[in-house]
């Protein structure tokens, strides 16, 4: 189910009413489903009906309205009006219809696409599905899509039974042979050797916590984004230590720090084939004084700065 945006979500402090550079989020997003060309939008996808199946802590359908409570009142640093900043509502899954709410997020991804660039605001991991289907839709069937995720696990699970916040990348590479998936943040121990197998057979480029200081994953991370015509990343935040992520459906102990995230993450939205970002697993109902949502909020910031500058 779509539901519009609500405007009474942006709200803060102005400290003035006409000068850009006072400027909070809340003063330039718009809420509209009239998009302009070069837009960047905001689409939440209010779902967590995947980590239920997955078996993990629910309540990330609650994020879509947290994160935004939070990047409302950030200060907002480009001064010109050369791209509009549209807040285009929510997708909303209606009980255990999973496979329904996926698909409309993919055609409202697609329509986003069609004006500019696609931000999504998770739910669960399942969200990534969705996001897919709204790409390939947008930039047809010939176009080769790289995958970037950056994740503690590898979500490659069997989807015979159903699917969940853990079969994603797997139903994509059956369905698609014009993708390729690439993961970096792979907790050792938070995926089974039979996932680590299940990687290797799908030829998944994959690379562990402990290997993103390497040049061999700055230069394979780098032809990857070289070698496809279009990109789509997504961020799972468990894959954070949960000292600095604790509002997330699978905490991580041993967790990437979010300055690693933020470098990983501006690298691969700095480039101009990146069309679409969703960040996934916030659960407000586990978060910290709001720890991490707002950890969230300022992801989404970075991503929107490298959109505009780009």
């Given at each position: 189910m779509y539901r519009k945006a609500d405007s009474e979500i942006w709200q803060g402090r102005i400290d003035h009413k006409t000068d850009h550079t006072y400027f909070r989020y809340h003063q330039v997003v718009k809420t509209t489903t009239t998009m302009e060309q070069d837009s960047i939008v905001l689409i939440g996808f209010a779902c967590d009906e995947g980590v239920r199946r997955n078996q993990g802590r629910t309540g990330a359908k609650e994020a879509p309205f947290a994160i935004r409570k939070q990047l409302a009142s950030l200060p907002w640093r480009h001064h010109t009006n050369d791209k509009s900043l549209i807040d285009f509502g929510n997708v909303i899954c209606e009980g255990h219809d999973l496979k329904s709410a996926q698909q409309e997020l993919g055609d409202k991804v697609s329509d986003i696409l069609k004006y500019g660039k696609a931000i999504i605001l998770g739910g669960g991991h399942e969200t990534l599905y969705g996001q897919y289907l709204g790409v390939r839709k947008a930039v047809g069937p010939e176009a080769s899509i790289g995958l970037l995720n950056i994740d503690a696990h590898f979500d490659l699970r069997e989807y015979d039974k159903q699917t969940s916040s853990g079969t994603m990348f797997r139903q994509i590479l059956d369905e698609d042979p014009n993708t390729n998936y690439f993961v970096?943040?792979?907790?050792?121990?938070?995926?089974?050797?039979?996932?680590?197998?299940?990687?290797?057979?799908?030829?998944?480029?994959?690379?562990?916590?402990?290997?993103?200081?390497?040049?061999?994953?700055?230069?394979?991370?780098?032809?990857?984004?070289?070698?496809?015509?279009?990109?789509?990343?997504?961020?799972?935040?468990?894959?954070?230590?949960?000292a600095e992520a604790p509002g997330v459906s699978a905490p991580s102990p041993f967790g990437l720090s979010a300055i690693k995230v933020r470098e990983i993450l501006r690298k691969m939205v700095s480039s101009k084939k990146t069309v679409s970002f969703s960040i996934c697993e916030i659960n407000p109902s586990l978060d910290v004084n709001n720890q991490t949502t707002k950890l969230g909020a300022y992801f989404i910031n970075e991503v929107v700065m490298q959109y505009i500058n780009n």
């Open positions: 970096c943040g792979i907790q050792q121990y938070g995926n089974t050797t039979a996932l680590f197998n299940t990687a290797d057979h799908y030829k998944v480029q994959y690379f562990l916590d402990e290997q993103l200081n390497s040049v061999k994953f700055t230069e394979a991370l780098d032809h990857f984004m070289r070698t496809h015509d279009v990109l789509l990343v997504t961020l799972c935040m468990d894959v954070l230590s949960a």
